[in-house]
Nanobody, 118 residues
Framework: QVRLEESGGGLVQAGGSLRLSCAAS????????MGWFRQAPGKEREFLGD????????YYRDFVKGRFAISRDTAKNVLYLQMNSLKPEDTAIYSC???????????WGQGTQVTVSS
C-alpha cells in the first residue's frame, strides 16, 4: 500500500515562491502518474496538474501554467511542485495523489497548508 506525505507548505508573501514535496513510501512504487491538487476553504478540491512517472510528461491547468512546475525524482520516489509568483488566491491545502491510466486518483496524502499574504 502506498503512503504519500506532503511537505514544504508555509506562509509566503504575494509574489514569492515555495516548493512542495510529496514523498511516497511502500514496497513498490511505480504509478502511471502523480498529480497535485489543492482545496481552498469553502471550495471544492481542484486539480492542478500531473506528471507521468516513467516518462516525465507534464500537464497543467491553464490557471497555473507558467507559474507552477511539476517534477519528480524517481530514484527517491518524490514528487515536487515548484510554485512561483504566488497570489493570495493560491492559498489552500495542497495534496498529491497517485494517478491511474483510467484517469482516477487514489492514495491521497494529508496535504500541506500554503498561505499567501497580500
Amino acid at each position: 500500500q502506498v503512503r504519500l506525505e506532503e511537505s514544504g507548505g508555509g506562509l509566503v508573501q504575494a509574489g514569492g515562491s515555495l516548493r512542495l514535496s510529496c514523498a511516497a513510501s511502500g514496497r513498490t512504487f511505480s504509478p502511471y502518474a502523480m498529480g497535485w491538487f489543492r482545496q481552498a476553504p469553502g471550495k471544492e478540491r481542484e486539480f492542478l496538474g500531473d506528471v507521468t512517472w516513467s516518462g516525465g510528461s507534464t500537464y497543467y491547468r491553464d490557471f497555473v501554467k507558467g507559474r507552477f512546475a511539476i517534477s519528480r525524482d524517481t530514484a527517491k520516489n518524490v514528487l515536487y511542485l515548484q510554485m512561483n509568483s504566488l497570489k493570495p488566491e493560491d492559498t489552500a491545502i495542497y495534496s498529491c495523489a497517485v494517478g491511474s491510466r483510467d484517469g482516477t486518483w487514489a492514495s491521497w496524502g494529508q496535504g500541506t497548508q500554503v498561505t499567501v499574504s497580500s
